[in-house]
């Protein structure tokens, strides 16, 4: 496991050092050469930027030329952080996160925590709460900028025990348990382990003590989960069990729907609650919401519900272009589907081939930018998305061997 998260280290790096020559301009050659004391070769460069390690003296070099910050591409290994130098460390990292920067992101939490725990480990118990909101934050990156629920349900277990050591009166302490019990949860649904999810989001508290936006995160997420359990209810030969089936189905959804409202409520300016700690980073705001809800709307085949909630999504999105990505991403699949729907209403469809190469595009522009972002963990949406034209062209193509069939013999048709 350590070889992995190595070798996952240092890919990012070379991220990082692509992504900046590409915004200088640089070929690398260009860089390669202006390399100081001895140029280097482009295949170096090449190198580099795919995996492997500059030594101390080249990645010095690459800081001056690129003008990185050291610790994006391990030049710096050790810092001592004060109490509001770690924050306001951490705040930088945020600001990547919310650029849809997920690999700088990601870079920056790692080095913050790595020297976070190691002066907590020491005894220096002013920097545990910036140590327990960088477990979130970098949990939270991970799970965006590697799609690896495994690893980043580690951290927020860790996030989870170090708040439950916090004294009971501190007032920040519900809200932390809430942000790790929820996305506990969430890294187990990702893992497709549904009924667990649920029963851990539940754990998490949302009274009146926890931060507003973490209260709306929960029911966000919890929605979620309830909706995917829904869709994951089998359906059965037998009339009796398939109605007990349909009410549990119904049921689930409602409930999604309720934890959807919540978040929404929560989500809205006009709604009275408190912010405990401005500091607290939290993966929540309108456009999430709204996004939310266009999914869930267009997995249960509400088409116009959920077109409706993509057009406030994307009204919202300015309030972080990270979720540009994921609402692209929700449009694309709604004008495939859409496509489709028509597609067998009518077999002969303008309106649909039309809306089928709007989705397309879309989903270019959407993998395009992810990909550019290091958002892994959308990129496997577009697999999904894959997998769902892959089964329909498998569909099509057996119906019509099957045609094929019925007419066999009958040359005259």
Known sequence: MTADLHKTELE?????????REKKGFTQEEL????????????????????????????????????????????????????????????GAQFYLDQAMFTAARIRGEFLLRNLKRQVDNGDTSLTEPYILTLYFLGHTISIASNNPEWASHLFQKMGEVAADLPEGDHMRPSYLSLAFTYMGEMLRRLEKIDEAIDTIKKAPQGPDVDILVRGNRAQLLGRAL????????????????????????ALQQEALQQLSRALDLASPDFKGERYN??????????????????FYMHHNNMAKSFEHIELAEKYVSLAQRWRIPVLFTKAEWYIRQAIMNSFIQLVDRTASKEFRMGMDLLEEAINLARKSGHYRQLWRARQISSLLDHLAAEVSGAARQVNKMLDGDAKY
Do not use: M
């Open 278 to 295: 401005t500091d607290t980073y939290v993966c929540f705001n309108l456009c999430s919401v709204h996004e939310e809800y266009a999914r």
């Open 32 to 91: 390669g050469n202006l390399i100081r004391p001895v140029r280097v070769s482009d295949r170096s460069i090449r190198d580099w930027e795919t995996g492997k390690s500059p030594n101390p003296d080249h990645k010095q070099a690459l800081v001056e030329l690129l003008e990185l910050d050291p610790t994006e591409i391990g030049a710096v290994q050790d810092h001592i952080f004060s109490r509001s130098e770690a924050f306001e460390y951490l705040q």
């Open 12 to 20: 990012a790096q070379g991220f990082v050092i692509k992504s900046a």
């Open 227 to 250: 909706a995917e359990s829904s869709d994951a209810v089998r359906s059965e030969s037998d009339e009796a069990l398939q109605k007990k089936a349909d009410l549990k189905k119904a």
